[in-house]
C-alpha cells in the first residue's frame, strides 16, 4: 500500500525568506505526486504535479517541487515567501497502475509566514 | 474557469439521520471522488465512481454509504444512519480522462449530533 509522510506539522517561515515544505513517499512501483494547498474554510486547490521528466517541477504562485527519487522525496519550495502564502499544505500520491486514480494524502503541513 | 461545487456548505443532522451531499463535477470529467477530512486529520479516500459505476472504494464506504449520479452533472453521497464519527469535511473531486490533477470542490461540513 501506499502512503506519504509530511514529517512536519508546522512549518514558519519570515517573509522574504526560503520556504521548504517536506514530502517523502511509499509506494511500489512508480508515483505520480502532487501538492495541493487549503486556506480556512476553502477546498484544496492543485499546485503542481510530477508525473515524469524534469526532476525539478513548477507550478503556481511561484511555487516549486523537487522529486528524488533515490530519497523517495518531493519537497515543495518557495525562493521568496509571501504571508499569503500562510496555508495548509497537503502532499499526496497517485500509484500506478491504478484504475481509479485516487490519491493518498499526507497528513498536512501548516505554514505560517511571518511578516 | 470551471470549477467543482458543492452543496450544502454545511450540514447538521442528528444520528441516525440520512443525509445526501451533493455536487456537481467538472463537465467534461470522467472521474468522480468523494474523500472526507476529519477535523486536524488527513484527506481520506472514500470512494471513486467512472463509467456510472464504483471503481474502487475505501474501508471506509462501508454499507451506510452510497454514491449515485442521477443525472449528467449531479453526483451525490449517502450516508443512511449517520452517527458522530461521521463528522468531516466532505470533499468532492473530478478529474478528466487525459488529465492528472484532480480538481476539489470547497467541501460540505457534515456535523452529527
Known amino acids: 500500500a501506499q502512503s506519504v509522510a509530511q514529517p512536519e506539522d508546522q512549518v514558519n517561515v519570515a517573509e522574504g525568506n526560503p520556504l521548504t515544505v517536506k514530502c517523502t513517499y511509499s509506494?511500489?512501483?512508480?508515483?505520480?505526486l502532487f501538492w495541493y494547498v487549503q486556506y480556512p474554510n476553502r477546498g484544496l486547490q492543485f499546485l503542481l504535479k510530477y508525473i515524469t521528466g524534469d526532476n525539478l517541477v513548477k507550478g503556481s504562485y511561484g511555487f516549486e517541487a523537487e522529486f528524488n527519487k533515490s530519497q523517495t522525496s518531493f519537497h515543495l519550495k518557495k525562493p521568496s515567501a509571501l504571508v499569503s502564502d500562510s496555508a495548509l499544505y497537503f502532499c499526496?500520491?497517485?500509484?500506478?497502475?491504478?484504475?481509479?486514480?485516487?490519491?493518498?494524502f499526507g497528513s498536512g503541513t501548516q505554514l505560517t509566514v511571518l511578516p | 474557469e470551471p470549477e467543482v461545487t458543492q452543496t450544502p456548505s454545511h450540514q447538521v443532522t442528528q444520528m441516525g439521520q440520512e443525509v445526501i451531499l451533493r455536487c456537481v463535477p467538472i463537465s467534461n470529467h470522467l472521474y468522480f471522488y468523494w474523500y472526507r477530512q476529519i477535523l486536524g486529520q488527513k484527506v481520506e479516500f472514500l470512494v471513486s465512481?467512472?463509467?456510472?459505476?464504483?471503481?474502487?472504494k475505501s474501508e471506509i464506504f462501508d454499507d451506510q454509504f452510497s454514491v449515485e449520479r442521477p443525472d449528467g452533472s449531479n453526483f451525490t453521497l449517502k450516508i443512511r444512519s449517520t452517527k458522530l464519527e461521521d463528522s468531516a469535511m466532505y470533499f468532492c473531486?473530478?478529474?478528466?480522462?487525459?488529465?492528472?490533477?484532480?480538481?476539489f470542490g470547497p467541501g460540505t461540513r457534515l456535523t452529527v449530533t
Open positions: 509506494v511500489s512501483g512508480n508515483p505520480y
Open positions: 465512481f467512472y463509467n456510472n459505476e464504483i471503481s474502487e
Open positions: 473531486a473530478s478529474l478528466a480522462g487525459s488529465s492528472y490533477e484532480q480538481y
Open positions: 499526496a500520491v497517485r500509484v500506478i497502475p491504478g484504475s481509479a486514480r485516487q490519491l493518498t
